[in-house]
Nanobody, 115 residues
Framework: QVRLVESGGGLVQTGGSLRLSCAAS????????MGWYRQAPGKQRELVAT???????NYAGSVKGRFTISSDNPKKSVTLQMNMLELEDTAVYYC?????????WGRGTQVTVSS
């Protein structure tokens, strides 16, 4: 069983920064990709950013230039540095991992941006 634990969410004012972290544990032989998704109230879950095991990244257009995803493969972790936060970034952020055991989701961490 794969377990993902997110941390780093919280309350921040517009223009501020937060750093989210996600650590994977369990009987994992390999990780193909990890990423962050978010779900705002009343909206569908959407992709924020992903990173492959070879370092390839993909970002949602709304966060490009403001968010940076990085990973530490030996530690099986992924980090999302979020800068210049906007009210529209308020959501529950979920970590997702594609491993040799399949896809797994974390429970989410709340990010609230206030004016």
């Amino acid at each position: 069983q794969v377990r993902l634990v997110e941390s780093g969410g919280g309350l921040v004012q517009t223009g501020g920064s937060l750093r989210l972290s996600c650590a994977a544990s369990g009987n994992i032989f390999s990780i193909n990709a990890m990423g962050w998704y978010r779900q705002a109230p009343g909206k569908q879950r959407e992709l924020v950013a992903t990173i492959t095991s070879s370092g390839g990244t993909n970002y949602a257009g709304s966060v490009k230039g403001r968010f940076t995803i990085s990973s530490d493969n030996p530690k099986k972790s992924v980090t999302l540095q979020m800068n210049m936060l906007e009210l529209e970034d308020t959501a529950v952020y979920y970590c997702k991992a594609d491993t040799d055991r399949g896809w797994s989701w974390g429970r989410g961490t709340q990010v609230t941006v206030s004016s």
